[in-house]
């Protein structure tokens, strides 16, 4: 199992029963491209995170000229461009910083520094700065916990409304790629959201 590997069964179905969704995947980028982003961030990225920006570097959402929706690999979200992972990642953090500072009485100015302190994987009920987002629709986000222990590099989803108390949904991003690639091949579920393809586009539908 690798990022480069399950993508490619990805990208392949694709190619084949959902082209329009195939091509808006975007190019990857090469590591200098990708070290700079992940310098930026002041965190040493799990090694399956630039491999992903190797592969692609996120996917067009919709039609610039038509306004047609191109679909996505995610069910309920879209992989990010590197640029926007990082500025989503800036934004979430400058307002967690914000919170903190305007309520004293809830949160310890070091607050973030104890989460980060924290084993991968342990709910930090708030954005703190080893959490690099990846994917993600408004307000809800997938990131990588960057943190260190047995859940290194696993993936949770972030929401405004629940923060991450959800809890890591996959050990690894080769592991949720995996998922999601078998999901494609057998007509499968991922969760509740099974991939149907209409027009060449790639969509999920709730499997009543």
Not at 1 to 23: F, G, K, L, Q
Not at 35 to 51: I, K, N, R
Not at 60 to 72: A, I, P, V
């Amino acid at each position: 199992m690798s990022v480069a590997n399950d993508w490619s069964r990805i990208e392949a179905w694709c190619r084949t029963h959902a082209p329009v969704t195939a091509a808006a995947f975007q190019p990857g980028l090469g590591d200098a491209v990708i070290e700079e982003f992940e310098a930026s961030t002041g965190v040493t990225w799990p090694q399956e995170l630039p491999d992903l920006y190797r592969v692609h570097n996120g996917s067009l959402t919709h039609d610039d000229r038509t306004g047609l929706f191109l679909g996505s690999v995610l069910p309920d979200k879209f992989f990010y461009p590197i640029d926007v992972a990082t500025e989503v990642r800036l934004t979430l953090l400058e307002t967690w910083d914000e919170t903190i500072y305007e309520n004293p009485d809830l949160y310890a100015e070091d607050e973030m520094d104890r989460h980060d302190q924290r084993d991968a994987g342990t709910a930090a009920t708030m954005f703190i700065p080893s959490f690099v987002p990846f994917a993600g629709l408004d307000e809800y986000h997938y990131f990588v916990d960057t943190r260190s222990g047995a859940l290194h590099h696993c993936v949770t989803e972030y929401a405004s409304d629940a923060t991450d108390n959800g809890g890591p949904i996959w050990a690894s991003i080769s592991v949720m790629l995996a998922a999601h690639a078998v999901a494609l091949e057998t007509g499968s579920t991922i969760g509740v959201w099974k991939p149907v393809v209409s027009k060449g586009v790639l969509e999920w539908e709730v499997d009543a």
